[in-house]
């Protein structure tokens, strides 16, 4: 007659628990074990391992003849480490990802009006102009600010932008309103040379300013990587601009499933071709800067909800500022305000940084964020000398 695995359970789950000493236990466990008939057993890859079941249970395979015997003898082989006297095992905290590389991205194809690329991102580039090809100065951050300029002509990283102009409802109803405000966007765009792309609300990528060429885009504005600082980034920065609405009213930051996939790719394209590192992949609320009054958030466009992780970015928002740390720059209750809670705490980070460094020279914090401004203002003051050396005089949102 065929045993009842029920009863098999019990028994053993009542003769394990009488057993204080866990290894003792472990060995009656697997002595057990070993001596129920082999069409009973759960197929397990090795029974001494049983005590790291607790830690990272491993999916078994059940023999179809006794699966409600083989599932609970999991369970109970899984409770026998903790429950005598030992204290559980805490969860292993994974490590933060690091920052993938991008795949890499290539041309497939070019017609008049459109390019296709590896990752499945199309470009329309009927609306592409040029502005003023791309060269400007970085300087190393640690020598700042006696170090000499550096100049390139290859881009740095990417700034996020949101159009800001008036959305009508994404409905079905709102076709023709909705075509039109994509229309309004780009033409104004493309006048003034606003930004390098353009992602509408319908998922189309739009090339505005070629990649080449400068676009006015960040204005006066301040980002540092490990190694090098960069001033007025419309230049150094690629200009990505989503037709999203951020700064008030409906669905702040909200932008459409085409948007993001287009985002993605068109971010996967630009970091593969010009091998841009995610932490300098940025909104223009995290960059912007008003040099009259010290103070960032001149532009506040995607100081939260911006989506990081749907891009295959880190969340950049965690960054400290440099415009704060090197420079001595604050900010007012209302920017604040609109920043979202990651944001918040890089701002509050930045400036126990800020306190710390004042401390460590005997300065107030006052004092010593006046003469982080002066650094501010002698380096602004080589950054134009330098443009102008090269051939172009500042633009007067540059200057000092």
Request: proline letters at 8%.
């Amino acid at each position: 007659m065929q045993s009842n695995p029920w009863c098999a359970v019990r028994l053993i789950e009542v003769r394990a628990g009488r057993i204080r000493d866990p290894v003792k236990r472990l060995r009656f466990l697997r002595r057990t074990i070993r001596s129920l008939p082999a069409d009973e057993v759960p197929e397990v890859a090795d029974v001494a391992d049983v005590a790291d079941v607790a830690e990272a249970p491993k999916p078994a395979r059940w023999r179809p003849r006794a699966p409600l015997l083989a599932a609970s003898l999991f369970f109970v082989l899984a409770g026998t480490v903790s429950d005598a006297g030992r204290v559980p095992a805490a969860p292993r905290a994974s490590p933060p990802a690091a920052p993938r590389d991008p795949a890499h991205v290539w041309l497939v194809e070019r017609a008049r009006d459109w390019e296709l690329y590896s990752n499945g991102l199309r470009v329309e580039t009927l609306l592409a102009t040029s502005t003023r090809p791309r060269l400007y100065p970085v300087l190393e951050r640690a020598t700042l600010p006696e170090a000499a300029w550096r100049w390139r002509t290859e881009p740095a990283g990417i700034v996020f932008h949101a159009s800001e102009g008036e959305l009508a409802s994404f409905e079905p109803q709102q076709n023709g309103p909705l075509k039109r405000q994509v229309l309004g966007l780009l033409d104004y765009a493309r006048r003034h040379g606003l930004y390098h792309f353009v992602v509408d609300r319908f998922g189309r990528v739009h090339r505005i300013v070629e990649e080449g060429d400068a676009a006015d885009h960040a204005g006066q504005s301040v980002w540092a990587d490990s190694t090098w600082v960069y001033l007025n980034l419309n230049a150094g920065f690629l200009g990505v601009a989503f037709e999203a609405q951020t700064s008030s009213g409906g669905e702040a930051g909200w932008i459409s499933p085409a948007q993001l996939h287009a985002g993605k790719v068109l971010t996967e394209m630009l970091r593969s071709k010009y091998r841009l590192p995610a932490g300098n992949c940025v909104t223009h609320a995290q960059v912007s800067v008003n040099p009259h009054n010290f103070r960032i958030g001149y532009h506040s466009d995607w100081a939260h909800s911006f989506p990081f992780e749907q891009l295959g970015l880190p969340d950049n928002y965690r960054q400290p500022l440099p415009s704060l740390l090197l420079f001595g720059f604050g900010y007012d209750p209302a920017f604040l305000a609109s920043a979202g809670a990651s944001l918040q705490d890089a701002l509050l980070r930045a400036e126990e940084q800020v306190r710390q460094e004042a401390a460590a020279r005997g300065l107030t914090v006052a004092r010593w964020q006046a003469a982080l401004n002066r650094k501010y203002r002698q380096i602004s003051r080589q950054t134009a000398e330098a443009r102008v050396a090269f051939g172009r005089p500042p633009r007067p949102e540059e200057s000092p």
